[in-house]
């Protein structure tokens, strides 16, 4: 799929899981560290690329929201996303990852609310860059 780029962001990786991360405008300059649980030191105050792509998909998700809610002629206040990415081995024994996003959407029928996630499921940047290569859920709350 080819696009009309507007906008490119751009970051700088050193050191791998276990270097820093800063972008070219240095509004992020960030120490990684690789998860105890995969193995790594687990360095407090550190983040590792499952949170960076956590953070990245549940911002751009609740973006894409307010473009299906505006699409549908629907107001949404106190919405939250919540984007939960799995790290492990992959089938072929490579490494992969899935993500599971929990989408709260208070003051809206639990049957419009589902409708709005689907459309910002096929809105989302990150929804169609991942489509067919990650294992993707959704779980749509209407709490309060």
Same mark, same amino acid.
């Given at each position: !799929? ?8 751009? =970051? ?6 276990? @270097?820093? %991360?800063?972008?070219? &405008?240095?509004?992020? &300059? $960030? ?6 649980? !995969? +193995? +790594? ?13 956590? =953070?990245?998909?549940? =911002?751009?998700? #609740?973006?894409?929201?307010? /473009? ?5 002629? /629907?107001? $949404?206040?106190? %919405?939250?996303? #919540?984007? $939960?990415? @799995? ?6 024994? +490579?490494? +992969? ?9 208070? @003051?809206?029928?639990?049957?419009? =609310?589902?409708? $709005?996630? #689907? ?13 067919? &290569?990650? #294992?993707?859920?959704? *779980?749509? *709350?209407? &709490?309060?």
């Amino acid at each position: !799929m080819k696009i009309e780029k507007i906008f490119t962001a751009q =970051a700088k990786a050193k050191g791998g899981r276990d @270097g820093g %991360v800063t972008t070219a &405008n240095d509004a992020l &300059n $960030l120490t990684l560290s690789t998860p105890k649980e !995969m +193995g +790594g030191p687990g360095k407090a105050g550190a983040t590792n690329p499952e949170q960076l792509f956590a =953070a990245g998909y549940a =911002a751009c998700f #609740e973006g894409a929201l307010g /473009v299906a809610a505006r699409q549908a002629s /629907v107001r $949404l206040e106190g %919405v939250t996303v #919540e984007a $939960l990415i @799995g790290f492990g081995k992959a089938e072929d024994g +490579g490494y +992969g990852i899935s993500a599971d996003l929990h989408v709260n959407i208070p @003051g809206v029928a639990q049957k419009q =609310a589902e409708e $709005l996630v #689907e459309a910002a499921h096929g809105i989302c940047p990150y929804s169609r860059a991942t489509k067919g &290569n990650i #294992e993707v859920n959704l *779980t749509t *709350t209407t &709490n309060a």
